[in-house]
């Protein structure tokens, strides 16, 4: 063997074990997420559910993922026979403080709630606190001393930005050329857009040629995501006075749109339908999974959606039985989710339910 040889050989050899490690790792948490759920659940089920109130404060119906996760509470409390006092926040973080109070007040056995933002918690924690009633945090995280509250139950958010980002590096691995992408995120100062975003970064920064051009707020609505589009293809009539089939930003090419759900990108792909636009060379990333999205990843308008899993209900269930009965349940519980691709076999796909 000569020398260069010798030395693709070793690289080749250590790359070849370095993606057996990578993947003999996920592999293993993924089992022992599973095995922690399902020990979990045996727990709960010696646990009585009697009589138990559970107060829930929602944050809305911005998204079909909203409107499932209500849905997956609703449903599993019904077959628990727990009975739950709940309330719609309309987006607002006032009317979600003004709900816990009253759970409160209420003296319900165990409050649940979707923080809309991260900050802003600590009192009306405090006071749940002092009340002796148990909090747990459902889909997103906040900024709070972790005393405050007794559990978190939802989705890996960090992982969901990371593992949007693994599919462009893959997909781009052989372009040497700047890679543009443009980013429509969600809810500002919510834990889920910063984990997102922050996942996404991470791996993408391991490669200079990937450029973050802009990020919009599109505050995770169809509506927004059409309006966005729409102004993109205004802003590109009036620079380049036509219109194109290539999406740009300011004069520059968009390679990617990375979205952090999917009501923002259907609006965005409604908005392409309604200008009879058909985008060729421009990469989709989408987070959720919704039905919708996977039939337009079917269908070839986008290339990449990330789940989010919004069935938390049996497991917010589980809990609550738990720590209702004085005993105690792990501080944070991740929901399994995985990322369906344009490189998978559409006919295996089951539907979504939502
Ligand atoms: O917090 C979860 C996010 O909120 C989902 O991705 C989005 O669709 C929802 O509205």
Same mark, same amino acid.
């Given at each position: ?12 050899? *250590? ?20 095995? =922690? ?39 599993? *409390? @019904? ?9 719609? @926040? ?23 709630? #979707? ?7 600590? %009192? $009306? &924690?405090?006071?749940?606190?002092? @009340?002796?009633?148990?909090?747990? &945090?459902?889909?997103? =995280?906040?900024? @709070? ?5 007794? *559990? ?10 990371? %593992? ?27 834990? $889920? ?27 995770? &609505? ?14 590109? #009539? ?6 194109? %089939? ?63 899993? +919004? ?27 995985? #990322? ?10 089951? +539907?979504?339910?939502?």
């Amino acid at each position: 063997m000569n020398k260069m040889y010798k030395k693709s050989f070793a690289v080749f050899t *250590a790359a070849v074990l370095a993606a057996f490690l990578l993947i003999f790792l996920l592999v293993c948490c993924k089992k022992n997420q599973d095995k =922690k759920n399902a020990e979990l659940q045996k727990i709960a089920e010696d646990s009585g559910s009697e009589n138990i109130i559970l107060g829930f404060s929602q944050i809305g119906s911005e998204s079909a993922w909203r409107t499932r996760n209500t849905e997956s509470i609703f449903e599993a *409390a @019904a077959r628990q026979n727990i009975q739950i006092l709940f309330d719609d @926040a309309q987006q607002k973080q006032e009317n979600q403080l003004k709900a816990i109070r009253s759970f409160i007040i209420y003296q319900v056995d165990a409050i649940a709630f #979707v923080p809309i933002v991260e900050d802003g918690w600590d %009192n $009306v &924690l405090q006071e749940a606190k002092d @009340a002796d009633i148990p909090v747990i &945090l459902v889909d997103r =995280k906040i900024n @709070a001393d972790p005393s405050l509250y007794s *559990a978190f139950l939802g989705e890996n958010s960090l992982e969901e930005g990371r %593992n949007a980002a693994r599919f462009l590096l893959q997909k781009f691995k052989y372009k040497k050329e700047d890679i543009t992408i443009f980013e429509m995120s969600g809810t500002e100062n919510s834990s $889920v857009v910063k984990e997102r975003a922050s996942g996404f970064r991470e791996i993408i920064n391991k490669e200079p040629k990937f450029k973050i051009i802009h990020t919009e707020n599109g505050d995770f &609505l169809r509506s927004r995501g059409k309006e966005i589009c729409d102004i993109l293809l205004a802003n590109n #009539v009036r620079e380049n006075g036509n219109t194109t %089939n290539t999406l740009f930003f300011h004069g520059q090419k968009i390679d990617v749109v990375f979205s952090h759900n999917d009501s923002m990108t259907l609006g965005f792909l409604d908005s392409l339908d309604a200008h009879k636009i058909r985008i060729r060379d421009t990469v989709f990333i989408s987070i959720d999974a919704e039905q919708k999205s996977i039939d337009a990843l079917t269908k070839g308008k986008l290339n990449c959606v990330v789940e989010c899993n +919004p069935n938390l209900g049996p497991a917010l269930m589980d809990l609550v039985k738990i720590i209702t009965s004085g005993n105690s349940i792990p501080k944070t519980t991740y929901v399994t989710e995985r #990322v369906f691709t344009e490189n998978d076999d559409f006919s295996k796909y089951e +539907p979504r339910g939502y």
